[in-house]
């Protein structure tokens, strides 16, 4: 997750600044890791007998200046190659961003990713066809020096239409041509029946994995995803499982064992230990989730309505970015997607269907796949799991989510909604309460209070960071409050460069156990902590500017 900050760029020798999520070195640095040559002879090798056509940017201005549809996002970004014969590819490359995952686990990710949509294209789901770069003659594709610029990439078959609807729900309230939004919803319901009629051969939730047969049939590997279910050391990723219920509890485990040893920043982190330990309960006493199913399904782990291609009257073309796609049971596959059930009413903790999953049930059933229309209807237990176990939300519990967990899991038997959070907190206390992490956590909480207190102290008169004892005279000490003239008037406080960023210390991870790691070696949330880390500070900032405007008057 990044954040609209003005930072210095991550890469060591760097001295750009950004105000922005995508990095204009980033793109820089993506491009001098491609080799254009090499794309070319890979895609022809390929497809033998024809001849390839690619033209790399030559900087982030001339991406940025491309006119039509943008071709690159925060993850990822396009290169667009075409034969001779008029057929088009795109070569999708990872951005070269400072905190991109180590060479052996980009390889997984990738090669992930390319095993999911042969799948899938195999079993004639509307996805584009995708192909690993073949190794030429002395080239050695992700096992180049990691410190030099190398991009990471696959061919991807380029297919037609746009991301016509972006929304998420209400899509029929009006803001989308009602026929094209049913035409949509249809296609997708078409796009579900097609994924559950693939015969996987593998049993278990995880993610495929090219295997060692000289056919390379795809095998099951471990849930390949960008979150804290994860270890900082290879393999990195957990699993496979053989139930769902296996399968969060190591997720909720693993998220309590690094907010104990304090390897995430949160604003409230006793809070959210509270959290992770209610959502183990749930999942615990959920007998669907702990039962042992024969049958398993591909999911898109990012099923957002712009991952569709559509043409001009809603019809399907093609499902993009299967990165982080999964095999899992069929009630969790075939719930609705993210952009059928997101909306207003769902955020302040709604769970009853939205008109769009009313009418994919309909469409299910009227197409004699009453089955998928119950998975539609009982969806909410992992859309709401999933929503509470977001890796990069701050700030903690929201009373909505929790409240929404609670009614998805227990129905009736959640009883009378929490009025405040300070509610929620307290009954957990007296459940959870005993629990010897949590007098840990109270405990390091309050000395990073502290410490930050005393740093906001020290902004608040001048001094800012770093922080250093220094040792005055009565003479010599500075004096208390914001700087003033010889005439005791208030001066104006100095405007902050850019790319200043308030010195807040991070917490260091308790070494205890060997697969705990600080934030800064963390594989994958090194980039979260960091933002986390600009967020704390800039907020801090803030109170620290507020209370010298209030001093002075202002």
Same mark, same amino acid.
């Given at each position: ?54 033209? #790399?940017? *030559? ?56 095993? %999911? ?28 020096? $990691? ?22 729900? %209400? ?39 090219? +295997?060692?047969?000289?056919?390379? %049939? ?16 290879? *393999? ?6 053989? %139930? !769902? ?19 995430? #920043? ?47 009257? +809603? ?33 302040? +903790?709604?769970?009853?269907?939205? $008109? ?28 709401? #799991?999933?929503?509470? &176990? ?14 929404? #967990? ?29 629990? *010897? ?36 005279? !009565? ?6 409050? $914001? ?27 308790? &070494?205890?156990?060997?697969?705990? /790691?600080?934030?800064?070696?963390? $594989? ?6 960091? +933002? ?16 010298? /405007? ?5």
């Amino acid at each position: 997750m990044r954040y609209m900050l003005r930072s210095t760029c991550g890469f060591e020798g760097c001295s750009e600044t950004v105000l922005g999520p995508l990095a204009s070195c980033e793109l820089d640095r993506t491009i001098r890791g491609l080799d254009q040559k090499t794309l070319a002879q890979q895609a022809q090798a390929l497809r033998p007998g024809h001849s390839c056509h690619i033209v #790399l940017p *030559p900087n982030y201005v001339a991406i940025k200046s491309v006119k039509g549809r943008k071709m690159y996002s925060g993850t990822n970004i396009h290169f667009p190659i075409e034969f001779d014969d008029g057929i088009k590819w795109v070569a999708r490359a990872r951005l070269a961003n400072a905190y991109r995952p180590p060479p052996d686990m980009r390889r997984m990710i990738t090669e992930s990713e390319v095993a %999911t949509m042969e799948v899938l294209k195999q079993g004639d789901v509307l996805v584009p066809k995708a192909w690993m770069p073949p190794l030429l003659d002395n080239e050695l594709l992700f096992q180049r020096n $990691p410190g030099s610029d190398v991009t990471d990439y696959f061919f991807v078959e380029f297919i037609q239409g746009s991301p016509l609807i972006k929304g998420h729900a %209400t899509l029929t309230g009006g803001k989308i041509a009602t026929d094209v939004v049913r035409t949509f919803i249809t296609d997708l319901a078409q796009h579900h029946q097609a994924l559950s009629r693939i015969r996987l051969n593998v049993k278990g939730i995880g993610s495929l994995m090219p +295997g060692q047969d000289p056919n390379g %049939t795809p095998v099951l590997g471990p849930l390949v995803q960008g979150s804290l279910m994860m270890t900082p050391e290879p *393999p990195y990723f957990c699993g496979p499982f053989m %139930t !769902n219920k296996e399968r969060y509890l190591v997720h909720v485990d693993l998220a309590l064992k690094y907010i104990h040893q304090q390897c995430i #920043l949160l604003r409230y982190p006793v809070a959210t230990f509270l959290a992770y330990l209610e959502m183990r309960e749930l999942i615990e006493e959920n007998e669907e989730m702990g039962r042992e199913e024969t049958e398993f399904f591909i999911k898109h782990a990012d099923d957002k309505n712009d991952q569709y291609m559509l043409r001009d009257d +809603g019809h399907l073309v093609g499902v993009l970015d299967w990165e982080w796609a999964y095999t899992t049971t069929k009630t969790e596959a075939f719930c609705a997607p993210m952009g059928l059930f997101w909306s207003s009413e769902w955020a302040a +903790g709604d769970n009853a269907l939205t $008109p769009e999953e009313q009418l994919l049930i309909d469409i299910h059933e009227a197409k004699g796949r009453p089955d998928l229309a119950d998975c539609v209807r009982n969806g909410r237990v992992y859309q709401r #799991l999933l929503d509470n &176990m977001r890796d990069d939300d701050l700030f903690g519990p929201d009373l909505h989510r929790i409240n929404a #967990l609670r009614d998805a899991f227990l129905g009736d038997k959640a009883g009378k909604p929490f009025g405040t959070i300070e509610e929620w907190k307290e009954y957990n206390m007296s459940k959870y309460g005993d629990d *010897p992490r949590i007098a840990d956590i109270e405990l390091w909480v309050k000395k990073r209070s502290e410490r930050r207190g005393a740093e906001m102290e020290r902004i608040r008169v001048g001094e800012g960071p770093p922080m250093t004892k220094a040792s005055y005279t !009565n003479s010599e000490a500075p004096p208390k409050g $914001p700087p003033r003239d010889k005439d005791g008037k208030v001066l104006p406080r100095p405007k902050e460069p850019s790319n200043y960023t308030a010195s807040v210390p991070e917490p260091q991870a308790k &070494m205890e156990d060997a697969d705990i /790691r600080a934030p800064e070696s963390h $594989p994958i949330d090194t980039a979260k902590g960091k +933002g986390m880390c600009h967020i704390i500070g800039h907020i801090a900032r803030l109170e620290v500017m507020r209370s010298c /405007r209030k001093e002075a008057g202002e």
